[in-house]
T-cell receptor, first 115, second 113 residues
């Protein structure tokens, strides 16, 4: 069965500092991996996705993530945090589980940006 | 191409009433997922449907909850005899059949009073 683990339910960074949100996955087949962002009282918006092309994926708002198969990781980074980055971030994996495709989400990481 | 449409955005029900949450997937999308998000908790998978079929309902409570995705019309998540613990945000996502991302609706926030 596939699964996603997000380390740290809450992360705080200073404005201008590096953002690093961790995601590890397990999947029996090469996965498709995603990061979503959720602003308060909103739905989820896709930040970026890995679909077996380049291992370093660039997304919107200056975010990027690197797929590392050996570490089964897909950590999300941004060089310089902005106040508007404060939100909840979800890592997700899409792959075959039980004979059909399924999307599984991590429990989310809330990012706080301190002025 | 309109996005995933969920309605209503906000729903208030008294204990014991029924709640019906609707999700219209994006055009061309035949896969629908329902998730529940409780305050301060992550997204919990509830059910995965394709047109006229329930593929995986392992996240659905055994009682009071049901979901459908008919050949025509939106997907419906139905909660019978709601209780206060059902208060949450319910999100629907849709995707096409192949390996692409799921697109989310804005959610329905259910409040049981």
């Amino acid at each position: 069965a596939q699964s996603v683990t997000q380390l740290g339910s809450h992360v705080s960074v200073s404005e201008g500092a590096l953002v690093l949100l961790r995601c590890n996955y397990s999947s029996s087949v090469p996965p498709y991996l995603f990061w979503y962002v959720q602003y308060p009282n909103q739905g989820l918006q896709l930040l970026l996705k890995y679909t077996s092309a380049a291992t370093l994926v660039k997304g919107i708002n200056g975010f990027e993530a690197e797929f590392k198969k050996s570490e089964t990781s897909f950590h999300l980074t941004k060089p310089s945090a902005h106040m508007s980055d404060a939100a909840e971030y979800f890592c997700a994996v899409r792959g075959y589980s039980g004979g059909y495709q399924k999307v599984t989400f991590g429990t989310g990481t809330k990012l706080q940006v301190i002025p | 191409n309109a996005g995933v449409m969920q309605n209503p955005r906000h729903l208030v029900r008294r204990r014991g009433q029924e709640a019906r949450l609707r999700c219209s997937p994006m055009k061309g999308h035949s896969h629908v997922y329902w998730y529940r998000q409780l305050p301060e908790e992550g997204l919990k998978f509830m059910v995965y449907l394709q047109k006229e079929n329930i593929i995986d309902e392992s996240g659905m409570p055994k009682e009071r909850f049901s979901a459908e995705f008919p050949k025509e019309g939106p997907s419906i998540l139905r909660i019978q005899q709601v209780v206060r613990g059902d208060s949450a945000a319910y999100f629907c996502a849709s995707s096409p059949p192949l390996n692409t991302e799921a697109f989310f609706g804005q959610g329905t926030r259910l409040t049981v009073v």
